[in-house]
């Protein structure tokens, strides 16, 4: 039956004028040879008998396009695209072998030609549909929407209804922000077609555009009572809930969309972090561990678990996870940062700077280890070690923002600002916006009393960059301060203190400018809350006699 079937095929495929020479007999023989092959999955077998046949009958394009249909089915697209070339200039009227050459044209983004292609289908028959729709799909993923549109609404001149074609001009018109009209589309497809459930989605992810969450919501649950099992609609009514920051109801939606699908841990791992966002730690904790129970390999969700435990105020066991991750992952790469304050807590900074050490000896390029390393090394005040650490760093990657900064902030701290404002004017060479270095060295000058005015170009030019930043505002203020202009300084450091509230140093300044203003009550009350906040005893000891002062100036 199926030696007749192919018979039957042979007959049918327009393979050339003919039959009546033996050579083209043999090539229809080895054409069914290779048709039995090609049924069978024997898709190598079937390429030799295609290419007897074709060596049997030069000049046939139907021949060429079965054989490169075989090439692409194993991924031999270049050898395809060649056949599909030949075959197109021996019959440029093939539409078969067309549509065929515009798929694997625009496979590669080659949009144009195969606009061409699509647009030769569509001179043959002005009502190729789906000429059309390939056509308006290349234009859409051109950015091309309202040539995609126009192109749809050629398929709408005869046939008006066409569910595809209103399908596709709503959505592009959804990417246009012509909501109004998409909504027209699908609800004409609806209007036909009550339970297609893509117009239901789609009117659904536009009322989410809109902000309208309930009409969103309610699109989804009738694709459910079509569908139950859609995890569409599932996903986008847990994505509604996560936005009204009702958790409990999405972690249902959740858990409803992972009995769906138990091999999905993407769910679970929403579920996760749904749990943790309503501090649910226990809870997200037996959630990632699961999930790494089947895949151990899992670096995002063991990062996820760490969090979760830091948070449960177990360092250790947090760090323990941090570590088991690929060391080459992106996940620990950007997890390397968090490892700082995991250290203190747990109060291992030497286990941190010899765990550290042994990670460097791995992966000495790792910028973000050796600002760990210093980074520890800081925390016990060994500032050389620090220096020394991200000076190796500057070896191999001199033109680092992030270690020239930091190196800057070291030599600061160790009492030599002439070096730490050279690092931040090296930062500048490279990043002249940087906000954190021109604050550094306008801030640095303010605390000297000197280039005030230069100090104050430097801070604004910060501001500009990060303008809800209070600890800039606060070095503005400061430079105001220094320069007498006592009523400007006020205004900055009030905008500071609103941006960062219980900073010490901040409220120092705000007594500072009060003081200067003769409000010795507001200074005096500024200055308490400041020693309040303070957490260095020989810090609050010297705001203790600048409050004494305060004092006696009232009097």
């Given amino acids: 039956m199926r030696k007749f079937f ?24 080895a054409f069914l040879q290779g048709y039995e092959e090609a049924q069978a999955g024997h898709y190598d077998e079937a390429i030799g008998y295609y290419k007897s046949a074709l060596s049997l009958d030069p000049g046939s394009a139907s021949l060429r396009t079965e054989l490169a249909l075989l090439h ?48 030769q289908c569509i ?29 749809y609404k050629r398929v709408f001149a005869y046939d008006e209804e066409n ?6 001009a709503a959505r592009v018109c959804t990417e246009m922000k012509k909501f109004g009209e998409a909504r027209a589309y699908n609800e004409r497809i609806l209007a036909k077609r009550p339970d297609f459930e893509p117009a239901l989605l789609d009117l659904g992810r536009i009322s989410e555009i809109e902000g ?42 959740f858990e409803k969309l992972s009995d769906l699908d138990r091999d999905d841990l993407s769910v679970r791992e929403n579920i996760g972090l749904l749990l943790i966002e309503e501090g649910k730690y226990e809870d997200a904790i037996s959630e990632f561990s699961l999930i790494l129970a089947s895949r151990p390999h899992y670096d995002k969700a063991r990062l996820y678990l760490a969090i979760a435990l830091q948070e449960t105020g177990q360092p250790k066991r947090a760090i323990a996870e941090l570590l088991k991750m690929d060391h080459k992952s992106q996940e620990f790469k950007g997890a390397v940062r968090s490892f700082l304050p995991l250290y203190v807590k747990a109060g291992m900074v030497d286990d941190g700077i010899q765990e550290t050490g042994r990670l460097i000896e791995k992966d000495n390029r790792n910028i973000d280890l050796y600002l760990l390393l210093s980074a520890l090394y800081e925390e016990k005040a060994d500032f050389r070690k620090s220096i020394s650490t991200l000076e190796t760093a500057r070896a191999f990657e001199p033109k680092n ?18 070096k730490a404002i050279n690092y931040m004017e090296d930062l500048l060479k490279i990043e002249p916006d940087n906000a954190g270095a021109l604050n550094f060295i306008g801030y640095s000058f303010a605390e000297r009393g000197i280039n005030l005015d230069k100090a104050e170009q430097m801070i604004v030019k910060a501001l500009e960059q990060r303008p809800d930043d209070g600890y800039i505002r606060d070095s503005l203020a400061w430079v105001f301060y220094n320069k007498g202009e006592y009523g400007k300084a006020l205004v900055e450091i009030m905008k500071a203190q609103e941006s960062v509230a219980d ?53």
């Fill in 6 to 29: 192919a018979i039957l095929l042979l007959i049918l495929l327009p393979c050339g004028t003919v039959a009546a020479k033996e050579t083209k007999g043999s090539a229809y023989f």
């Fill in 72 to 119: 692409v089915k194993k991924g031999e697209f270049d050898k395809a695209e060649t056949l599909l070339k030949e075959s197109a200039r021996i019959d440029p009227k093939n539409r078969h072998t067309l549509m065929l050459l515009a798929g694997l044209l625009t496979s590669r983004s080659e949009f144009e030609k195969a606009g061409q292609l699509y647009e």
């Fill in 123 to 151: 001179a043959m028959d002005k009502e190729d549909t789906e000429a059309y729709l390939y056509l308006g799909s290349i234009k859409a993923a051109q950015k091309r929407y309202q040539e995609a549109l126009d192109t």
């Fill in 163 to 168: 569910v595809m074609a209103l399908t596709y």
């Fill in 212 to 253: 309208n969450l309930d009409a969103a919501n309610g699109y989804y649950e009738k694709v459910l009572r079509i569908d139950p099992a859609n995890k569409k609609a599932l996903a986008r009514i847990a994505a509604i809930y996560v936005q009204k920051k009702d958790f409990d109801k999405a972690i249902h939606e």
């Fill in 401 to 418: 923002t992030d270690v020239l900064y930091q190196l800057g902030m070291l030599h600061e701290k160790n009492g030599d600002s002439t």
């Fill in 503 to 555: 900073d010490p140093t901040i409220i120092e300044h705000l007594s500072d400018i009060y003081g200067k203003l003769g409000e010795y009550d507001k200074a005096i009350d500024s200055l308490k809350k400041s020693i309040d906040l303070e957490p260095k005893a020989d810090k609050k000891k010297v705001l203790g006699e600048k409050l004494k002062n305060l004092e006696q100036q009232r009097r």
